[in-house]
């Protein structure tokens, strides 16, 4: 089971930070994906983490801006957000990805999917 948390109200140009807490113990084995969902979008990938922490991903619209990290031993995983832009606004989802190869960016691929959290970017 995922919880994601952390979203909130922030002006353009500001920072949040999100978290997603496991349950379970096999939190370490699994690569972790953020991906977001706009009204009337489809949901995309952000940015993804391998189960080791070595390797991410990130779609370029967030390059430079966001940082994923994990934290194994806490079961968590998340999102730092700088330098927000009206355009960042969204749901968040954190999901769990079982491959034993590197991150995937198709919402197909993730076995478990956090609630949601709501990030709105005001200009």
């Known amino acids: 089971q995922l919880q994601a948390s952390g979203g909130g109200l922030v002006q353009a140009g500001g920072s949040l930070r999100l978290s997603c807490a496991a349950s379970?113990?096999?939190?370490?084995?699994?690569?972790m994906g953020w991906f977001r969902q706009a009204p009337g979008k489809e949901r995309e990938f952000v940015a993804g983490?391998?189960?080791?922490?070595?390797?991410?991903d990130y779609v370029d619209a967030v390059k430079g801006r966001f940082t994923i990290s994990r934290d194994n031993a806490k079961n968590t995983v998340y999102l730092q957000m700088n330098s927000l832009k009206p355009e960042d606004t969204a749901v968040y989802y954190c999901?769990?990805?079982?491959?034993?190869?590197?991150?995937?960016?198709?919402?197909?691929?993730?076995?478990?999917w956090g609630q949601g959290t709501q990030v709105t970017v005001s200009s």
């Open positions: 999901a769990a990805d079982q491959s034993m190869f590197g991150t995937r960016r198709n919402p197909s691929d993730y076995t478990y």
């Open positions: 983490i391998k189960w080791s922490g070595d390797s991410t």
């Open positions: 379970g113990r096999y939190f370490g084995i699994y690569n």
